[in-house]
């Protein structure tokens, strides 16, 4: 079974940054998409943004979000620029061993635990 864990989650100002991480198990994390899914009080999980043969963000974050993974430490992260309230959520990671980013999170079967990221006006 694919184990994954997050961490970087926090409280930050309106405009600030921060980094989220997921460390994955198993040997065929290379071949894995890796996505970050966000999930808000009372809200449905949405897609954020996807790693694969291609890379795909949601047009709420693009610009603001890069999502970036080192295969050789089993980790994709999540560099979350210019942070704004509306992006306050519990952030998921979450692996498919397909080789396109899908944006779907119910095609998603393995999830990380999810880290907590607020962001104050």
């Known amino acids: 079974q694919v184990q994954l864990v997050e961490s970087g989650g926090g409280l930050v100002q309106a405009g600030g940054s921060l980094r989220l991480s997921c460390a994955a198990s198993g040997r065929t994390f290379s071949s894995y998409t890796m996505g970050w899914f966000r999930q808000a009080p009372g809200k449905e999980r949405e897609f954020v943004a996807g790693?694969?043969?291609?890379?795909y963000y949601t047009d709420s974050v693009k610009g603001r979000f890069t999502i970036s993974r080192d295969n050789a430490k089993n980790t994709v992260y999540l560099q979350m620029n210019s942070l704004k309230p509306e992006d306050t959520a519990v952030y998921y990671c979450?692996?498919?061993?397909?080789?396109?980013?899908?944006?779907?999170?119910?095609?998603?079967?393995?999830w990380g635990q999810g880290t907590q990221v607020t962001v104050s006006s």
């Open positions: 979450a692996a498919d061993p397909g080789a396109l980013v899908i944006t779907t999170p119910q095609r998603y079967k393995y």
């Open positions: 790693s694969g043969r291609n890379t």
